[in-house]
């Protein structure tokens, strides 16, 4: 079975579709995966820990949460990107940044074709986890409590991000 199967039997979606049916858009037809040959996505956890911090290390390969309040990006006001912490895919733009009061970076919309998500059961209730579509890290889950225009909320994981002012 290659990669992006085994991915999908886990409940990956590689796509937007999923965040596009949340916001009322129109769905649009599943696309392929544009980074299927990621050489990002044949790490193995020994790579990855070496390269992240433990606290990323944990978020990103394997779906923690960081505790609300600490981390730095909360605070972050420059102008500039966010990009995935595991491999500097660019995920959202600083002008989509909002406090949520959640106590985690926040954003109403993303840079498309930067996440792909899945439903996560994790507390008992379905939720929408979303991931970096590169690296398949996690990053957090996305509501439908935000602002406009999008009425999404994208709650992220400070130490899955890096800042990279413009």
């Not at 923690?64 to 909360?74: C, K, M, V």
């Not at 600083?94 to 899945?118: N, Q, R």
Request: glycine content about 10%; overall charge positive.
């Amino acid at each position: 079975m290659n990669a992006i199967h085994a991915l999908h039997r886990r409940g990956f979606l590689l796509s937007a579709t999923a965040l596009a049916a949340c916001s009322g858009a129109a769905p649009e037809a599943e696309a392929a995966d544009a980074y299927a040959a990621s050489p990002w996505r044949k790490l193995s956890d020994a790579e990855w820990k070496q390269r992240l911090s433990p606290a990323a290390f944990q978020v990103l390969r394997h779906e923690a949460t960081e505790r609300a309040g600490t981390s730095p990006l909360n605070r972050e006001k420059r102008n500039g990107t966010y990009v995935c912490a595991g491999c500097e895919l660019p995920l959202f733009k600083s002008e989509w940044k909002y406090d949520s009061g959640t106590g985690w970076p926040s954003f109403y919309t993303a840079i498309k074709g930067a996440l792909g998500t899945k439903t996560d059961y994790k507390i008992g209730v379905p939720r929408t986890e979303y991931h970096c579509a590169r690296c398949l890290g996690h990053q957090g889950h996305v509501f439908r409590d935000g602002p406009r225009p999008t009425g999404l909320r994208y709650c992220n994981n400070g130490v899955a991000l890096k800042f990279v002012p413009a």
